[in-house]
């Protein structure tokens, strides 16, 4: 039978095969971290407290979202194209700006239309294939913007329930799940 070394408040501190000075008996099934029973001399692991509860509420929760959000912009090409996102949209607002006359400098735009001149439809304008990408584009970024502004509220709403939670009980109840918003992305 091993025997253990307990802080005054109950906690097995170390364990060992031995007898020693201050070390009693113990079940071979406890751990150290365990609390002592004193009246019972049986062992549980101590009670989680509620900061213990919502910090590890907090957690896996932002896990959940990590691994929702990555398979969110999973849907929206490569990573190479979603680093492209900022300048696409400048660009959008660039050909907004232009009107038909397409006078602003867009480096994206102009080397899009150039590789896909069909783009709008075989025959299309320069002008109409840069309507049509920056229809594309505003579109696509809309339908991101809508589908991270629900995960980012679930987020916002699920982390205030953790928070404001009295009891372990209402921790344990938040759903740390999340409901991926439908897309439909524009390809053209």
Same mark, same amino acid.
């Given at each position: 039978?091993?025997?253990?070394?307990?802080?005054?408040?109950?906690?097995?501190?170390?364990?060992?095969?031995?007898?020693?000075?201050?070390?009693?008996?113990?079940?071979?099934?406890?751990?150290?971290?365990?609390?002592?029973?004193?009246?019972?001399?049986?062992?549980?692991?101590?009670?989680?407290?509620?900061?213990?509860?919502?910090?590890?509420?907090?957690?896996?929760?932002?896990?959940?979202?990590?691994?929702?959000?990555?398979?969110?912009?999973?849907?929206?090409?490569?990573?190479?194209?979603?680093?492209?996102?900022?300048?696409?949209?400048?660009?959008?607002?660039?050909?907004?700006?232009?009107?038909?006359?397409?006078?602003?400098?867009?480096?994206?735009?102009?080397?899009?239309?150039?590789?896909?001149?069909?783009? !709008?439809?075989? =025959? #299309?304008? $320069?002008? /109409?294939?840069? *309507?049509?990408?920056?229809?594309?584009? +505003? @579109?696509?970024?809309?339908?991101?913007? !809508?589908?991270? =502004? #629900?995960? $980012?509220? /679930?987020?916002? *709403?699920?982390?205030?329930?953790?928070? +404001? @939670?009295?009891?372990?009980?209402?921790?344990?109840?938040?759903?740390?799940?999340?409901?991926?918003?439908?897309?439909?992305?524009?390809?053209?």
């Amino acid at each position: 039978m091993p025997y253990g070394l307990h802080d005054e408040n109950g906690v097995l501190l170390q364990k060992q095969p031995n007898p020693a000075s201050g070390f009693i008996e113990i079940p071979s099934s406890a751990i150290c971290g365990m609390v002592r029973d004193a009246e019972t001399g049986e062992y549980s692991l101590p009670p989680v407290t509620l900061t213990d509860a919502q910090n590890r509420a907090i957690v896996n929760l932002m896990s959940n979202y990590n691994t929702v959000s990555a398979s969110l912009l999973d849907l929206y090409q490569s990573p190479f194209e979603r680093s492209t996102w900022n300048t696409q949209v400048f660009e959008a607002n660039l050909v907004t700006a232009a009107g038909s006359s397409g006078a602003n400098d867009t480096p994206f735009f102009d080397a899009f239309v150039a590789e896909n001149p069909d783009f !709008a439809g075989p =025959g #299309s304008t $320069t002008n /109409q294939n840069k *309507a049509l990408l920056k229809q594309t584009i +505003e @579109a696509n970024n809309a339908e991101f913007a !809508a589908a991270a =502004g #629900s995960l $980012t509220g /679930q987020l916002s *709403a699920k982390r205030h329930a953790i928070v +404001e @939670a009295a009891t372990n009980v209402e921790v344990e109840a938040v759903d740390l799940t999340f409901v991926i918003p439908t897309v439909s992305l524009t390809d053209k």
